[in-house]
């Protein structure tokens, strides 16, 4: 026979409640489907989890590189020697920042030092201290306690390191650490104590391991110069204007600049990486149809093997719209709790690995995103079981059951 005697008992438990059944004996015949059959729904379960944590992930990229780069220094500028051909004079700070609509002016000079007996490369810079806490807002958005950077403002020759490395290297508050010059350079070894531990500020991580005060790099390395610097603009919408601006009064100096706004930088490196709006719309789209194909092929071979079960709920009284909505809930239960499981697990994938490591703040599922998601869960149970559906709504019940 194509049908299970044993939901019998559910289907004269059907007649006695009227043509319509009872809506408790339909889950019952659904759930009992499903557990029958419990390794093809795990298996179907399963991959409409990782498809839809591809979703979800790949969604939550999508809006990080639209916004991010917005989120991140819209009142920035990039500005640096022309070409990098020569370092820019310290003297240039405080000319730019009389320029009208600049808030502050973050100076900064570095260069990569070693540490340790395995001599483990390091990235140290010089900064500008007071500006570059007021341009980062490291301590409003969480990126430093207040006394430690109080700290660090009083001590010249103090240091903020990064989470990361002070962990990497056991490195604690009030240690003094001594960092080594790399081969051919002439450069002393540089000393300094950690007074500050940089977290993220501003959903970024931090681009330098140690940050020192601008004096003490510059005394340190013997140089009147700096590698590029930040300007802060008081008017975000001005940034561009003002750069234009900046670059005009220096272009026939001897120190010719090109100043760029942090905003613009960040969309252009974007771009050059990749078209990423269409790269995750080729690959979202090509999961989903993956997905589709495969719910819709379990759903079809599963109503086909029950094909007499349905015509003997028709003969005890259950209509075709009863028949279809009965088809159209094994496809929900089927798809949407597994939807949600992987929508669910794409969110602690991007808070756990995707958000550190791509180091963009904007990263994240936003309520448009759910929504679009649990739409797509519900139009693919739609989808899936419209065809099987229809099939079970057309039996001629009589015709089956003589088959047996």
């Not at 049908?3 to 009992?32: C, N």
């Not at 790949?58 to 819209?74: D, N």
């Not at 340190?220 to 008081?234: E, R, T």
């Not at 079960?309 to 009965?326: D, I």
Request: charged share 15%; aromatic share 8%.
């Amino acid at each position: 026979m194509l049908y299970d005697t044993s939901v019998s008992k559910v289907y004269v438990g059907i007649r006695a409640t009227g043509p319509y059944g009872d809506r408790s004996e339909m889950k019952r015949i659904v759930f009992g489907t499903l557990r029958r059959r419990w390794l093809r729904t795990l298996l179907t379960g399963l991959s409409t989890l990782v498809a839809f944590m591809l979703l979800g992930f790949f969604l939550a990229i999508r809006h990080g590189f639209a916004v991010g780069p917005t989120q991140v220094g819209a009142d920035l500028l990039l500005l640096e020697p022309v070409g990098g051909s020569s370092p820019l004079p310290v003297g240039l700070l405080s000319t730019v920042r009389s320029f009208p609509g600049v808030r502050s002016v973050v100076g900064i000079d570095g260069a990569p030092m070693l540490f340790g007996t395995n001599r483990q490369p390091l990235v140290v810079e010089g900064l500008s201290p007071e500006a570059f806490l007021q341009v980062s807002d490291v301590v409003g958005s969480g990126g430093i306690p207040s006394v430690q950077a109080q700290r660090w403002l009083a001590d010249a020759t103090g240091a903020l390191v990064t989470e990361e490395i002070a962990r990497k290297n056991g490195w604690r508050l009030g240690e003094t650490i001594t960092l080594h010059p790399m081969p051919g350079a002439s450069l002393r070894d540089l000393t300094f104590q950690i007074e500050g531990v940089l977290g993220k500020f501003k959903g970024v991580s931090p681009s330098s391991d140690v940050n020192l005060h601008l004096d003490y790099v510059r005394r340190w390395a013997h140089l009147d110069s700096i590698n590029f610097m930040f300007v802060q603009v008081k008017d975000a919408r001005q940034a561009d204007a003002i750069a234009q601006v900046i670059e005009q009064k220096f272009a026939n100096s001897a120190t010719p600049v090109s100043t760029q706004s942090f905003k613009s930088l960040l969309q252009g490196m974007a771009e050059r990486l990749a078209d990423v709006n269409t790269l995750t719309f080729v690959v979202i789209v090509a999961s989903l149809f993956g997905l589709f194909l495969i719910c819709f092929n379990t759903l079809l071979h599963s109503v086909s093997e029950r094909l007499g079960e349905f015509a003997l709920l028709q003969a005890v009284g259950f209509s075709s719209p009863r028949l279809l909505w009965l088809v159209l809930l094994e496809a929900f239960l089927a798809i949407v709790p597994a939807a949600a499981a992987g929508i669910f697990s794409a969110l602690l994938v991007i808070r756990a690995f995707a958000g550190p490591r791509l180091n963009l703040p904007g990263i994240t599922l936003t309520p448009a995103a759910l929504a679009m998601s649990a739409f797509i869960a519900v139009g693919l149970s739609i989808l899936c079981s419209a065809l099987p559906g229809l099939r079970v709504a057309r039996l001629n019940c009589a015709q089956i059951l003589r088959k047996g």
